[in-house]
């Protein structure tokens, strides 16, 4: 297991609201990033948080909205939920905000969020 | 932007047979790092093996073995002596930069493993 951890397993919204999904990170880990997996592709960017500020960001519009916590933890919220929305949510942790330094990118076990 | 593609939909392979997961990739940036993910059906994304474009060597991970052609801009995943736990959807994905600092992983759309008897 990574020391990953994301909450909940899975959530059942519907069109219009607003959902919260969580993720702690493995120890030493200051960066975070979440991905957006639709069934059959690969994970999209959305965000990335290092030292509590978005760090990057991905194709996504403004309805997705991050944080990152001082114990590095983060939340990952979306309002306005819309069908295309259901997906797996993957976070991933890491050390350090800076491109091609550390080669560990570890995942946790993702949030399936159904929207109907 | 940075691309990577593979190009099995799905494979299959016997018991303790050995199987190749191929991976091309597209950057203009002289500095990159190449990952390989497994992701069974529950959904986690389990690390399996990291090359960076510098390294000299192949990297290596117990069963797993990455084929790195620079020149060719391949970085085709080896499983050795395959067991049924291996079947799985596997990913192939490069670390980019992008504004602000950060770094993000961008994938392919993944190989189906299926283990067979």
């Known amino acids: 297991e990574t020391g990953v951890t994301q909450s909940p397993t899975h959530l059942i919204k519907t069109r219009g609201q607003q959902v919260t999904l969580r993720c702690s990170s493995q120890s030493g880990h200051n960066t975070v990033s979440w991905y957006q997996q639709a069934l059959g592709q690969g994970p999209q960017f959305i965000f990335q948080?290092?030292?509590?500020?978005?760090?990057g960001r991905g194709n996504f519009p403004p309805r997705f909205s991050g944080l990152q916590f001082p114990n590095y933890s983060s939340e990952l919220n979306v309002n306005a939920l819309e069908l295309d929305d259901s997906a797996l949510y993957l976070c991933?942790?890491?050390?350090?905000?800076?491109?091609?330094?550390?080669?560990?990118?570890?995942f946790g076990p993702g949030t399936r969020l159904t929207v109907l | 932007a940075q691309k990577i593609t593979q190009t099995q939909p799905g494979m299959f392979v016997q018991e303790k047979e050995a199987v190749t997961l191929d991976c091309t990739y597209d950057t203009s940036d002289p500095s990159y790092g190449l990952f390989w993910y497994k992701q069974p059906s529950s959904g986690e994304m389990i690390f399996l093996i990291y090359?960076?474009?510098?390294?000299?060597q192949n990297a290596t991970e117990g069963r797993y073995s990455l084929n790195f052609q620079k020149a060719r801009k391949s970085a085709n995943l080896v499983i050795s002596a395959s067991q049924l736990g291996d079947s799985a959807m596997y990913f192939c994905a490069m670390r980019e930069e992008i504004t602000g600092g950060g770094n993000k992983l961008t994938f392919g759309t993944g190989t189906q493993l299926k283990v067979e008897l």
């Open positions: 948080y290092y030292r509590e500020e978005e760090n």
């Open positions: 090359q960076g474009s510098y390294d000299q």
């Open positions: 991933s942790t890491a050390r350090g905000g800076l491109a091609g330094g550390d080669n560990e990118q570890f």
